[in-house]
Every structure is written in C-alpha cells, then in structure tokens.
C-alpha cells in the first residue's frame, strides 16, 4: 500500500498501488544477480550496472522470449 498526501490539506490519502505489466519482470531481473556492484568500462567503473548481452541471454533462457 502507498501512502501519499494531499498537497493543500497535509491529510493522509490511502490508495493501493497497481504493479505495472513489467514490475514482475524487473523483481526478478534484480534477483537474478546480473546487476552487479561494480563493472569496470574502459576508463571508469560504473555501480549497479549490468551486461546488455547477459541481460538477453536471461530473457531468452527464463521467459522464452526469442532474441
């Protein structure tokens, strides 16, 4: 559940938050272990990056999806 204000009143406003179409996806693509700490690039090292390729192969592998 989200919670969120109103912006005149300060009040509380209840509402459930509806998971968009790829909200699954993107949990497991987290999960899966491809986004790594750090990545070293030619000149710098990057956090939280992961692999375009590794990422394909992930999609191909776990939810059948062609290339």
Do not use: P
């Amino acid at each position: 559940m989200c919670l969120q204000f109103a912006a005149t009143t300060r009040e509380a406003i209840d509402f459930t938050c509806e998971l968009d179409e790829y909200a699954q996806l993107v949990q497991e693509f987290k999960e899966s272990g491809l986004i790594k700490d750090r990545r070293k690039g030619l000149i710098h090292n990057y956090k939280n990056s992961f692999v375009g390729k590794e990422a394909v192969d992930w999609l191909v592998k776990t939810k059948k999806i062609g290339k």
